[in-house]
Protein backbone atom coordinates (compact mmCIF):
# COMPACT_ATOMS: atom_id res chain seq x y z
CA UNK A 1 0.00 0.00 0.00
CA UNK A 2 1.18 3.45 -1.26
CA UNK A 3 -0.43 5.06 2.12
CA UNK A 4 0.07 4.26 5.25
CA UNK A 5 -0.74 5.38 9.09
CA UNK A 6 1.49 6.04 12.19
CA UNK A 7 0.29 6.74 15.26
CA UNK A 8 2.01 8.64 18.35
CA UNK A 9 -0.86 9.49 21.29
CA UNK A 10 -2.41 11.61 19.40
CA UNK A 11 -0.44 12.96 16.58
CA UNK A 12 -0.81 10.47 12.86
CA UNK A 13 1.52 10.85 10.87
CA UNK A 14 0.04 10.52 7.46
CA UNK A 15 3.13 8.70 5.04
CA UNK A 16 2.77 8.68 1.20
CA UNK A 17 5.47 5.89 -0.05
CA UNK A 18 5.82 5.10 -3.77
CA UNK A 19 9.23 5.66 -3.68
CA UNK A 20 9.70 4.37 -7.53
CA UNK A 21 8.08 7.48 -8.56
CA UNK A 22 9.64 9.76 -6.12
CA UNK A 23 6.29 9.88 -4.59
CA UNK A 24 4.34 11.01 -7.92
CA UNK A 25 0.42 10.66 -7.75
CA UNK A 26 -1.42 8.34 -9.07
CA UNK A 27 -5.43 7.93 -8.47
CA UNK A 28 -5.29 4.84 -5.75
CA UNK A 29 -2.54 7.06 -3.93
CA UNK A 30 -4.81 10.10 -4.20
CA UNK A 31 -7.76 8.33 -3.05
CA UNK A 32 -5.43 6.57 -0.24
CA UNK A 33 -4.10 9.87 0.85
CA UNK A 34 -7.79 11.72 0.91
CA UNK A 35 -9.00 8.53 2.90
CA UNK A 36 -6.61 8.96 5.41
CA UNK A 37 -7.17 12.97 5.84
CA UNK A 38 -10.83 12.50 6.15
CA UNK A 39 -10.58 9.65 9.06
CA UNK A 40 -7.56 11.73 10.78
CA UNK A 41 -10.61 14.66 10.60
CA UNK A 42 -13.23 12.35 11.82
CA UNK A 43 -11.14 10.13 14.80
CA UNK A 44 -11.85 12.12 17.68
CA UNK A 45 -8.87 10.52 19.45
CA UNK A 46 -6.73 12.28 16.70
CA UNK A 47 -5.24 16.14 17.46
CA UNK A 48 -2.52 16.78 14.51
CA UNK A 49 -1.56 15.12 11.57
CA UNK A 50 2.07 15.26 9.95
CA UNK A 51 2.15 14.87 5.83
CA UNK A 52 5.23 13.42 4.54
CA UNK A 53 6.36 11.72 1.99
CA UNK A 54 8.83 8.69 2.38
CA UNK A 55 12.41 7.92 0.15
CA UNK A 56 13.12 11.16 0.26
CA UNK A 57 11.28 12.73 -1.99
CA UNK A 58 8.16 14.34 -0.71
CA UNK A 59 5.92 14.43 -3.85
CA UNK A 60 7.24 15.13 -7.36
CA UNK A 61 3.82 15.99 -8.78
CA UNK A 62 1.10 14.37 -10.32
CA UNK A 63 2.06 11.31 -12.39
CA UNK A 64 3.11 12.47 -15.89
CA UNK A 65 2.62 8.94 -17.29
CA UNK A 66 -1.21 8.83 -16.13
CA UNK A 67 -1.75 12.41 -17.04
CA UNK A 68 -0.49 11.02 -20.53
CA UNK A 69 -3.18 8.76 -20.66
CA UNK A 70 -5.97 10.85 -20.10
CA UNK A 71 -8.73 12.11 -22.64
CA UNK A 72 -7.70 15.45 -23.75
CA UNK A 73 -11.12 17.18 -24.46
CA UNK A 74 -12.09 16.22 -20.80
CA UNK A 75 -9.47 15.61 -18.46
CA UNK A 76 -10.23 15.60 -15.54
CA UNK A 77 -13.68 13.56 -15.73
CA UNK A 78 -15.04 12.67 -12.77
CA UNK A 79 -12.33 14.61 -10.52
CA UNK A 80 -14.04 18.25 -12.38
CA UNK A 81 -15.93 20.17 -9.70
CA UNK A 82 -20.26 20.47 -10.51
CA UNK A 83 -21.14 24.26 -10.96
CA UNK A 84 -23.71 23.45 -8.86
CA UNK A 85 -24.92 21.63 -5.82
CA UNK A 86 -23.16 21.68 -2.32
CA UNK A 87 -19.39 22.03 -2.14
CA UNK A 88 -17.54 20.52 0.99
CA UNK A 89 -15.56 17.25 2.48
CA UNK A 90 -15.78 13.71 1.48
CA UNK A 91 -18.71 12.85 -1.46
CA UNK A 92 -20.23 16.41 -2.19
CA UNK A 93 -17.02 17.79 -3.62
CA UNK A 94 -14.31 15.55 -6.13
CA UNK A 95 -10.97 15.21 -4.72
CA UNK A 96 -8.31 17.05 -6.16
CA UNK A 97 -6.24 15.22 -8.96
CA UNK A 98 -3.42 15.15 -5.97
CA UNK A 99 -5.93 13.71 -3.20
CA UNK A 100 -6.36 15.65 -0.24
CA UNK A 101 -5.92 19.56 -1.42
CA UNK A 102 -9.80 20.42 -1.89
CA UNK A 103 -10.50 19.15 1.47
CA UNK A 104 -11.02 21.27 4.61
CA UNK A 105 -10.04 19.90 7.54
CA UNK A 106 -10.88 20.83 11.35
CA UNK A 107 -7.78 19.82 12.61
CA UNK A 108 -3.58 21.00 11.71
CA UNK A 109 -2.00 19.13 9.08
CA UNK A 110 1.99 19.87 8.96
CA UNK A 111 4.16 19.24 5.90
CA UNK A 112 7.32 17.60 6.76
CA UNK A 113 9.17 17.94 3.40
CA UNK A 114 12.31 15.98 2.57
CA UNK A 115 13.55 16.52 -1.12
CA UNK A 116 11.08 17.99 -4.44
CA UNK A 117 8.10 19.03 -3.35
CA UNK A 118 7.32 20.15 -7.01
CA UNK A 119 4.24 20.91 -9.47
CA UNK A 120 1.01 19.35 -7.92
CA UNK A 121 3.89 18.12 -4.85
CA UNK A 122 4.45 21.77 -4.16
CA UNK A 123 0.13 22.46 -4.22
CA UNK A 124 0.15 19.61 -0.78
CA UNK A 125 2.73 21.19 0.98
CA UNK A 126 0.91 24.83 0.97
CA UNK A 127 -2.40 22.80 1.43
CA UNK A 128 -0.62 22.11 4.71
CA UNK A 129 -1.19 24.36 7.74
CA UNK A 130 2.47 25.36 7.40
CA UNK A 131 5.89 23.50 6.28
CA UNK A 132 8.90 22.56 7.41
CA UNK A 133 12.02 21.75 5.02
CA UNK A 134 14.94 19.64 4.97
CA UNK A 135 17.98 21.66 3.60
CA UNK A 136 17.92 20.21 0.94
CA UNK A 137 14.18 20.19 -0.07
CA UNK A 138 12.29 22.63 -2.46
CA UNK A 139 9.57 23.53 -4.27
CA UNK A 140 8.66 24.42 -7.81
CA UNK A 141 5.90 25.03 -10.69
CA UNK A 142 8.07 22.50 -12.66
CA UNK A 143 4.84 21.39 -14.25
CA UNK A 144 5.18 24.94 -16.53
CA UNK A 145 7.30 23.18 -18.96
CA UNK A 146 4.76 20.54 -19.56
CA UNK A 147 1.59 23.08 -20.03
CA UNK A 148 -0.08 21.19 -17.17
CA UNK A 149 -2.01 24.02 -14.68
CA UNK A 150 -1.97 24.29 -11.04
CA UNK A 151 -5.11 22.95 -10.37
CA UNK A 152 -4.82 21.40 -6.66
CA UNK A 153 -5.20 25.30 -4.84
CA UNK A 154 -1.43 26.18 -5.90
CA UNK A 155 -2.70 29.41 -7.66
CA UNK A 156 -5.34 29.95 -4.77
CA UNK A 157 -2.71 29.56 -1.77
CA UNK A 158 0.62 30.91 -2.80
CA UNK A 159 -0.70 34.48 -3.09
CA UNK A 160 -1.96 34.26 0.05
CA UNK A 161 1.01 32.67 1.51
CA UNK A 162 3.48 34.63 -0.28
CA UNK A 163 1.75 37.49 -1.97
CA UNK A 164 0.69 38.12 -5.01
CA UNK A 165 3.78 39.18 -6.72
CA UNK A 166 6.56 37.01 -5.59
CA UNK A 167 3.88 33.69 -6.31
CA UNK A 168 2.96 35.01 -9.56
CA UNK A 169 7.17 35.46 -10.14
CA UNK A 170 7.26 31.32 -8.99
CA UNK A 171 4.15 30.52 -10.93
CA UNK A 172 5.15 31.90 -14.48
CA UNK A 173 8.82 31.15 -14.26
CA UNK A 174 8.57 27.63 -13.08
CA UNK A 175 11.73 27.94 -11.11
CA UNK A 176 13.33 25.99 -8.03
CA UNK A 177 12.72 27.32 -5.03
CA UNK A 178 14.69 25.88 -2.55
CA UNK A 179 14.35 25.93 1.16
CA UNK A 180 16.43 28.45 2.77
CA UNK A 181 14.40 31.10 0.43
CA UNK A 182 11.09 29.81 1.57
CA UNK A 183 12.13 30.19 4.86
CA UNK A 184 13.28 34.19 4.28
CA UNK A 185 9.98 34.73 2.23
CA UNK A 186 7.47 32.60 4.61
CA UNK A 187 6.74 30.14 2.21
CA UNK A 188 8.00 27.63 5.13
CA UNK A 189 8.53 27.88 9.14
CA UNK A 190 11.06 25.83 9.65
CA UNK A 191 14.29 24.44 8.14
CA UNK A 192 15.90 21.29 9.41
CA UNK A 193 19.08 19.20 8.37
CA UNK A 194 18.55 16.51 5.85
CA UNK A 195 16.55 13.81 7.06
CA UNK A 196 15.22 16.16 10.07
CA UNK A 197 11.78 17.20 8.53
CA UNK A 198 9.95 14.40 9.74
CA UNK A 199 11.37 14.70 13.20
CA UNK A 200 10.80 18.44 13.80
CA UNK A 201 7.73 18.40 12.34
CA UNK A 202 6.12 15.75 14.36
CA UNK A 203 7.97 17.42 17.61
CA UNK A 204 5.89 20.41 16.79
CA UNK A 205 2.72 18.26 16.81
CA UNK A 206 2.97 17.32 19.97
CA UNK A 207 3.54 20.25 20.76
CA UNK A 208 0.27 21.87 19.48
CA UNK A 209 -1.58 18.38 20.64
CA UNK A 210 -0.52 19.34 24.28
CA UNK A 211 -2.93 22.29 24.13
CA UNK A 212 -6.90 22.00 24.90
CA UNK A 213 -8.23 21.39 21.71
CA UNK A 214 -11.44 23.18 21.14
CA UNK A 215 -9.15 26.29 21.76
CA UNK A 216 -6.63 25.28 18.90
CA UNK A 217 -9.23 24.13 16.24
CA UNK A 218 -11.32 27.75 17.18
CA UNK A 219 -8.36 30.05 16.86
CA UNK A 220 -7.17 28.00 13.29
CA UNK A 221 -10.73 28.29 12.27
CA UNK A 222 -11.23 31.39 12.73
CA UNK A 223 -7.87 32.54 11.41
CA UNK A 224 -8.52 30.77 7.87
CA UNK A 225 -11.95 31.63 7.63
CA UNK A 226 -11.33 35.32 8.11
CA UNK A 227 -9.48 35.75 5.17
CA UNK A 228 -11.42 37.99 2.03
CA UNK A 229 -13.87 39.22 5.40
CA UNK A 230 -14.11 43.17 6.40
CA UNK A 231 -12.45 43.91 10.01
CA UNK A 232 -15.95 43.98 11.06
CA UNK A 233 -17.02 40.70 9.64
CA UNK A 234 -13.82 39.15 10.72
CA UNK A 235 -14.05 40.53 14.62
CA UNK A 236 -18.27 39.32 14.52
CA UNK A 237 -16.89 35.76 12.95
CA UNK A 238 -13.97 35.35 15.44
CA UNK A 239 -16.53 36.31 18.37
CA UNK A 240 -18.91 33.48 17.46
CA UNK A 241 -16.18 31.16 17.06
CA UNK A 242 -14.00 31.86 19.86
CA UNK A 243 -17.28 31.77 22.46
CA UNK A 244 -17.59 27.57 22.49
CA UNK A 245 -14.19 27.41 22.82
CA UNK A 246 -14.15 30.19 25.96
CA UNK A 247 -16.77 28.05 27.40
CA UNK A 248 -15.65 24.41 26.87
CA UNK A 249 -11.92 25.15 27.73
CA UNK A 250 -10.99 28.50 28.62
CA UNK A 251 -12.89 28.96 31.92
CA UNK A 252 -11.05 25.45 33.21
CA UNK A 253 -7.73 26.64 31.86
CA UNK A 254 -8.47 29.57 33.78
CA UNK A 255 -8.95 28.34 37.26
CA UNK A 256 -5.55 25.56 36.61
CA UNK A 257 -3.65 28.76 35.86
CA UNK A 258 -5.50 30.04 39.13
CA UNK A 259 -4.23 27.07 40.91
CA UNK A 260 -0.44 27.93 39.90
CA UNK A 261 -0.13 25.94 36.41
CA UNK A 262 1.81 27.40 33.25
CA UNK A 263 3.07 30.70 35.05
CA UNK A 264 5.90 32.91 33.93
CA UNK A 265 5.67 31.19 30.30
CA UNK A 266 6.27 27.52 31.70
CA UNK A 267 4.61 25.06 29.68
CA UNK A 268 5.84 22.42 30.83
CA UNK A 269 2.68 21.37 33.20
CA UNK A 270 -0.19 22.73 31.41
CA UNK A 271 -2.89 20.07 32.35
Not at 171 to 194: F, H, N, Q, S, W
Not at 248 to 259: C, E, L, N
Request: glycine share 12%; with cysteine; proline share 5%.
Amino acid sequence: MAVRIEKSGTVWTVIHDRPEARNAMDPASADALTAAFLEFDADKKASVAVFYGAGGAFCAGWDLKYVSTLNAEYPLGELDIPSIGTHGNGGEIPRGPLGPSRLELDKPVIAAIEGPAVAGGMELGLWCDFRVMAKEAYFGVYCRRWGVPLIDGGTVRLPRIVGQGRALEIILTGRKVPAEECLDIGLCEYVTPKGGARAKAEELAQEIARFPQVCVRADRRSAIKSHGLTVRDALIQEWYNGREALIKDGVAGASRFKDGLGRHGDFAKIR
